[in-house]
């Protein structure tokens, strides 16, 4: 059966309720998904395999921003995957990225594009969120042209504004969406 995989760090929460939002639409929109996570950080997360990410028909991928930059565990992961990048196997399949950071200009656009650099590398192709998404033009918050986010703010809150989920559901139905037309 094919699937979309949703894979995520999250140490607080914010993230992983980014994916939950991100994956919740991609099964709306008639795809399955796969929800896998770098570590185990609660009872119900599963670990990712490397066949997770080869059998996948497209890729979300999401952490929290550190330093305006990837989390250490997902870097760890895609630096095993060069056997995966010499066979091309990940090459023309369909992804998207996600993160969470404390401050709106705390440098989560940074780490958007970074998530995208090991994708590229990988000859995925990128999606990003169109202008034809209204919230992302009203956000006061999270969201932006290179990949859904959330400001959880000083205390650290992971509750996602309304522009946010909405800006996730539109990332998951066009990830979905683009991914049937391929299959
Ligand atoms: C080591 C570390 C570095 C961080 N660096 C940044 C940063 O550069 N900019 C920012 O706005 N927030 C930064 N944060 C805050 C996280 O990005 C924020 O708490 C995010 O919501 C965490 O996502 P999570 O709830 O999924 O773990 C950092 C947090 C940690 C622990």
Redesign the pocket.
Known sequence: MAYILVLYH???????NLAYEIADAIEQHGMEVKLRTFSAQQPQDIVVTKDDLIHCSALAFGT?????MMAAQAKLFWETTSDIWLKGLLIDKPACVFS????MH???ETTLLGLALPLLHHGMMLLGVPYDVPELASTQSGGTPYGAT?V?GLN?S?TLSQHEIKICHAVGKRLATLTKKLL
Do not use: M
């Not at 969470?100 to 401050?103: I, K, P, R, V, W």
């Open positions: 999250s140490s607080n929460g914010s993230v992983r929290p921003t550190r330093f305006g969470a950071s404390s401050s705390g440098g989560n959330h959880a650290n992971n």
